[in-house]
């Protein structure tokens, strides 16, 4: 007689934790035996409620996938936007309706603004820390703005950092090389950190978008090492191509408005993820059983 179904299965064990079970093969590598499979402990349902878990799960695994091609749908415009309006093959309008013309100016960052390498408090002294001015590390790039960081400093040590106005660009140049964000509120930044304060001829949200697009040029300046770097004065005479300020606003706000629609996906997306997890926790335990029509 069957007692489980091949759905059923797939669905418990995408959810039960069979960490226990696992033996240790290495450094970081685990193994699941026949041996210790064939022991795990089951909760089963009559068939026809497994069957109808299933069916649920399943209806949350096509809306999930759906969401997901159109995150990276989103994703690929943006690359796509990305690569013709950075470039300049594609010219946007102004706000008269006529179409930006001149050439761009090809101009090293230091020209674009003043950069400006982070630093770190010593650590050692915990009056240096724990107050409410914020201290960006790569670990606090979680978007295109960065604010309210997992660390902060107090006056005392903000007196010992570089601290930075609201609106310079972030850029990580040591380590993970080109993860950048705009400061969205005063901050200081550690040493793996270059910022970039914006100067009035150019735009910061038009910087943030280059350091993206021209993200491999600085992990080409980094070279192969143990730790990968690219220091402030090599930072600084990176060129990049740059309109007028006017155009360099009208392209960082159709780029803004790409990122804001993959935001909105994504969202949608991490809904419906934690909505399965909550589903699962409670029809794959039995906390919520089903109606079986019979």
Partial sequence: TEIATREWFYYYFMHKDIFSYLSRQGAGRYKLNKASLEKIGLLLPPIQEQNKIA???????????????????????KKALMQQLL??????????????????????????????????????????????????????????????TKLKLTELGAKKARILPKGAVLVTCIASIGKNAIADEVMGTNQQINAVIVNESNSNEFLYYQIEFNVKKLISLAGITAVPIVNKSSFEKIKLSMPSLKEQEKIAQVLTLADREIDLYQQQLDKLKLEKKSLMQQLLTGQKRVKVVA
Avoid: H
């Fill in 55 to 77: 069916e649920i799960l399943s209806t949350w695994d096509k809306a999930i996938e759906a969401v997901e091609k159109l995150v990276a749908n989103s994703q690929q415009q």
């Fill in 87 to 148: 470039t300049g093959k594609k010219r946007l309008l102004d706000d008269n309706g006529v179409k930006f013309k001149g050439e761009w100016e090809e101009l090293q960052i230091k020209e674009i603004g003043t950069v400006v390498t982070g630093s770190t408090p010593p650590k050692n002294d915990s009056d240096n820390y724990n107050g409410n001015i914020s201290w960006a590390t790569a670990e606090d790039f979680k978007g295109k703005y960065v604010s309210n």
